[in-house]
């Protein structure tokens, strides 16, 4: 399908806030030009395991290579720089900016002191076109006049923009009816093709299974299991969620008793 | 990013094919319930027509708008730092005291210890940051709400205040520059200069900008509408001009200059000559077009509608957000000392009522009737001046028709609560859009 070597993997890595411990000895490899689904249970650590890719909560231990190469992530910049981008759930987009403006936010390009619109404007526009994005009516148009897909359609540009290569889409469908569902489903998918890592978070099966190339599943901080998705069927996925084991694949029973 | 362009690209909403175009947009963006500054525009035009009806031949004259000028300098100056604490959706009641606080500084240094007024203007400015340091960092590091910081400082300040002027103590400025401020006029010449460059300056930039776009295929206004708006301006900002360029001085004998007035060639006496834009106009344009630059044209400015839009967003976007909170308070307790040492020049003396009294709830009223936003995120300076207008010609014009003073609470409350449901309106009407 791709490269072998994974461009992003985690080892064995451990987070704790306070006495809980969130993370226990998680992996994870993820590859350019795959779908990589999260899935995992509400209070799995999918979300924590996320912030820690992205340098929100750095992780307390553990090896987290990049490119093969091992990384400290301390900060969300330093994981932006290394071309990773995240796509929060809530999509943190500025209601009161328009469209360029939210693509470009805390990153703006300047000429001098002076913002540099004319530039960003373009970027922006090349952007949306590259991803064939068609609904939006103007770039220019506040955030706040944007539909639910059209808003999950800007937040994702604004990951792409950045020549990432590594992008986390957190529940990119959750909030979204059939239609809208279904265009950033293929703009999910368009990205893997186009040779970037991709990592999905979703509790909605039919989108794990339509969309993905591998399923990591996460079961009370554990690493359950990360399969090639053409290895499992809907069912498995759900009884490695629920129960962190599935038939040959998942934890050691003592683990999940753990 | 390698992800293959295809050749679609997304067609402009934008592009405005002339002036009809341009007011369908604009009621368009009215619809949704970005409404701006149209119902001040709206107001200021109606309480003008209302007074000049009702006291025409007091209210409407060149003296009196040189006096409501004179009285909405400070509030517009106090408004427009308002406005930076009001995009992020907080609030600093202690402006008024800040800028008497400051004023206090500005004469006690001054008058009292005979500084020299670079030095003694220099205290009163940094006081003012000084101020907006503190309740920054107990905003946006302690995390306090500024509603309960800043009614602190509002009553320290106050105390503060009457500590460095000593009780029922008057200090008065003697300082001729410090005077002139918002004593002097500009000489005749001078308000047509400032006329043109304002003219010119605009229509030259905004040119720039939309042959810039143009140059590179993006979606421009119309040349049309760019003449309609340079027009405008032109012609709005010359009669204010010329209005002020009027002799306003009602015959009084006395002082240096003397010109003859009254009937033809009938003299009645020495007077002086009254008459040209105010030196206070200079100081609020030049601080207009100043931080209108800076919230609309850098990306500092830009981070500051993002804390006020979506502070997470902001954060997560890599914006430090209380370093902008705490700049934001600076600027606001900075505009603050400009309006005191105004405040202080235009009634040639700080005593402790300065900047007391109702300065802060006009100052307020002014950058929300403007139309900036009490929730954070939308707003402009140019609101504070159109807002502070508004404010000022109710103060001004109000005692005119009625000696009630109770009626002008009622009337001045009244209006900021119109101002303030317009933009709780308006926010409903953009998050249901």
Sequence with gaps: MSSTAPILELRGVNKSFGPVQVLKDVDLSVYSGQVTALVGDNGAGKSTLVKGVAGIYPFDSGEYLFDGKPVHISEPRAANALGIEVVYQDLALCDNLDVVHNLFLGREQSKGVILDEITMERRAKETLAGLSVRTLKSVRQQVSSLSGGQRQTVAIARAVLWNSKVVILDEPTAALGVAQTEQVLNLVRRLADSGLAVIIISHNMNDVMRVSDQVACLYLGNMAAQVRSDQLNHSQIVELITTGRSGELGLHPETVAG | MSIQTTDTDIPEAGDTAGIGQA???????????????????????????????????????????????????????????????????????????????????????????????????????????????????????????????????????????????????????????????????????????????????????????????????????????????????????????????????????????????????????????????????????????????????????????????????????????????????????????????????????????????????????????????????????????????????????????????????????????????????????????
Excluded at chain 2, 249 to 258: D, L, M, S, T, W
Excluded at chain 2, 370 to 380: E, I, M, N, Q, Y
Excluded at chain 2, 409 to 429: C, F, P
Aim: glycine share 14%; aromatic share 8%.
């Design chain 2, 23 to 433: 007011l369908r947009d604009y009621w368009g963006r009215v619809k949704g319930g970005e409404v701006g500054s149209m119902p001040a525009v709206l107001g200021l035009i109606a309480l003008v027509v209302l007074f000049s009806v009702l006291q025409g031949n007091i209210f409407f004259t060149a003296l009196n708008f040189a006096n409501l000028l004179n009285q909405g300098t400070a509030i517009i100056v106090l408004a427009m730092g308002l406005v930076f604490v009001l995009l992020l959706g907080e609030i600093d009641l202690s402006a008024g005291f800040a800028a008497g606080t400051c004023a206090a500084v500005l004469g006690v240094t001054l008058t009292n210890q005979g500084w020299p007024w670079p030095l003694a203007l220099a205290a009163a400015l940094a006081t003012g940051l000084v101020i907006g340091l503190v309740l920054g960092v107990l905003v946006a590091r302690l995390g306090i709400p500024s509603f309960v910081v800043t009614l602190a400082a509002f009553l320290g300040l106050q105390g503060v205040m009457l500590l460095i002027i000593g009780e029922g103590g008057t200090i008065p400025i003697q300082n001729e520059f410090l005077l002139a401020i918002m004593n002097n006029n500009m000489p005749v010449w001078a308000g047509w200069l400032l006329w043109l460059v304002i003219v010119l300056g605009y229509a030259g930039t905004s040119m720039r900008a939309i042959q810039n776009r143009r140059k590179f295929g993006l979606a421009s206004s119309a040349t049309s509408v760019w003449a309609a708006k340079v027009g405008a301006l032109a012609v709005l900002l010359g009669i204010g001009v010329y209005v002020l360029n009027m002799e306003r001085q009602i015959v009084r004998v006395g002082r240096e200059a003397c010109v003859v007035v009254g009937p033809p060639n009938e003299p009645v006496g020495c007077v002086p000559v009254i008459q040209g834009v105010p030196w206070a106009v200079l100081v609020v344009l030049v601080l207009l077009v100043v931080l209108t630059f800076v919230l609309g044209r850098t990306s500092y400015g830009r981070h500051i509608y993002a804390v006020g839009g979506n502070t997470e967003a902001a954060r997560r976007a890599g914006i430090g957000v209380s370093g902008i909170k705490i700049s934001c308070f600076m600027v606001c307790s900075f505009m603050a000392a400009i309006a005191g040492v105004l405040l202080a020049s235009r009634d040639n003396s700080v005593s402790p009522t300065t900047g007391g009294a109702q300065t802060l709830l006009f100052a307020v009223g002014a950058a929300v009737i403007g139309g900036t936003s009490l929730f954070g995120g939308r707003g402009r300076v140019i609101d504070a001046v159109i807002g502070g207008l508004v404010v000022a010609v109710i103060a001004n014009g109000l005692p005119l028709v009625t000696q009630q003073s109770g009626i002008q609470y009622v009337v001045t409350g009244g209006v900021l609560l119109v101002a303030a449901s317009v933009d709780a309106i308006s926010r409903k009407r953009t998050s249901a859009g």
